[in-house]
């Protein structure tokens, strides 16, 4: 019996660790993702595009497609800056203590947003909007980008990791 419970154990450690190793899929690292209330959602698609008042980041399930239908989750942030080995901590702008080269001020949860043809379907999914509290820390590798964050959104609690390429767009 106790062998068997040990084979067992082992057989699922190694398909644990053998899914989780970086291979032929099509360079998307399979730990990639976000937890919330005790489920996993993987978001192997980073997007980082320059706005007028400064760099939005976000992390989502959906490949950038004109032609894309389906459900989205999506993790977003706004900040005024991103820096190499910088921790961004949620601060609401109207604070004193607010510096944007230390703090962001919004961040957004889209969970289970229809998309039909490549854009949003207004009024499908839930958009949270307001975090509470959070972090986003930014590590520039050398032929990658390593993002870990945390967003609070009163209860609900977002912890997420992002590791790879991260498409730019203008």
């Given at each position: 019996?106790?062998?068997?419970?040990?084979?067992?154990?082992?057989?699922?450690?190694?398909l644990y660790f053998s899914g989780c190793v970086y291979g032929g899929n099509d360079g998307v690292d399979p730990r990639?993702?976000?937890?919330?209330?005790?489920?996993?959602?993987?978001?192997?698609?980073?997007?980082?595009?320059?706005?007028?008042?400064?760099?939005?980041?976000?992390?989502?399930?959906?490949?950038?497609?004109?032609?894309?239908?389906?459900?989205?989750?999506?993790?977003?942030?706004?900040?005024?800056?991103?820096?190499?080995?910088?921790?961004?901590?949620?601060?609401?702008?109207?604070?004193?203590?607010?510096?944007?080269?230390?703090?962001?001020?919004?961040?957004?949860?889209?969970?289970?947003?229809?998309?039909?043809?490549?854009?949003?379907?207004?009024?499908?999914?839930?958009?949270l909007s307001k975090p509470t509290g959070g972090s986003l820390t930014f590590v520039q590798g050398p032929q990658y980008?390593?993002?870990?964050?945390?967003?609070?959104?009163?209860?609900?609690?977002?912890?997420?990791?992002?590791?790879?390429?991260?498409?730019?767009?203008?």
């Amino acid at each position: 019996m106790k062998m068997s419970t040990l084979s067992l154990a082992a057989a699922i450690l190694f398909l644990y660790f053998s899914g989780c190793v970086y291979g032929g899929n099509d360079g998307v690292d399979p730990r990639n993702g976000f937890t919330l209330n005790d489920s996993l959602f993987h978001t192997d698609y980073a997007i980082r595009k320059n706005w007028t008042g400064g760099i939005e980041v976000a992390f989502t399930d959906m490949k950038q497609s004109a032609s894309f239908s389906g459900k989205v989750h999506t993790v977003q942030f706004l900040l005024e800056t991103l820096s190499d080995k910088v921790t961004y901590t949620y601060m609401p702008a109207d604070s004193a203590a607010f510096d944007s080269k230390k703090n962001f001020d919004v961040a957004l949860l889209y969970q289970n947003v229809s998309y039909k043809d490549g854009q949003e379907v207004t009024g499908t999914g839930e958009i949270l909007s307001k975090p509470t509290g959070g972090s986003l820390t930014f590590v520039q590798g050398p032929q990658y980008q390593t993002f870990t964050y945390v967003l609070e959104f009163g209860e609900r609690r977002i912890r997420g990791v992002y590791k790879g390429k991260v498409t730019v767009i203008e």
